[in-house]
């Protein structure tokens, strides 16, 4: 069984930063084994692509609606994953999920609502 739990989410103004963690666990679950990253969704949408990372870290990738703005970062030896979100904006609002995929492996978190207000 392998355990994707999310933290960090809130209530904040445009403007604002947040940082997003989510944190592995599971008997067998080798973290450094998996590629890692965010989606989010808003309700009657389809979950949609934020970032993702490499297994080592060195490779990464945005969606364009936050380049720039986001970091994503891991740290194979604590087993998380980091989501770094700086100068939000309304349309960030979202429940914001974390994914870790490896060959024929797909596990979700339960997410974490994320609130930007104007």
């Known amino acids: 069984q392998v355990h994707l739990v999310e933290s960090g989410g809130g209530l904040v103004q445009a403007g604002d930063s947040l940082r997003l963690s989510c944190a592995a666990s599971?008997?067998?679950?080798?973290?450094?084994?998996?590629?890692m990253g965010w989606f989010r969704q808003t309700p009657g949408k389809e979950r949609e692509f934020v970032a993702a990372i490499s297994t080592s870290g060195g490779r990464t990738a945005y969606a364009d609606s936050v380049k720039g703005r986001f970091t994503i970062s891991r740290d194979n030896a604590k087993n998380t994953v980091y989501l770094q979100m700086d100068s939000l904006r309304p349309e960030d609002t979202a429940v914001y999920y974390c994914n870790a995929v490896s060959v024929g492996r797909d596990y979700w978190g339960q997410g974490t609502q994320v609130t930007v207000s104007s």
């Open positions: 599971g008997r067998t679950f080798i973290f450094s084994s998996y590629a």
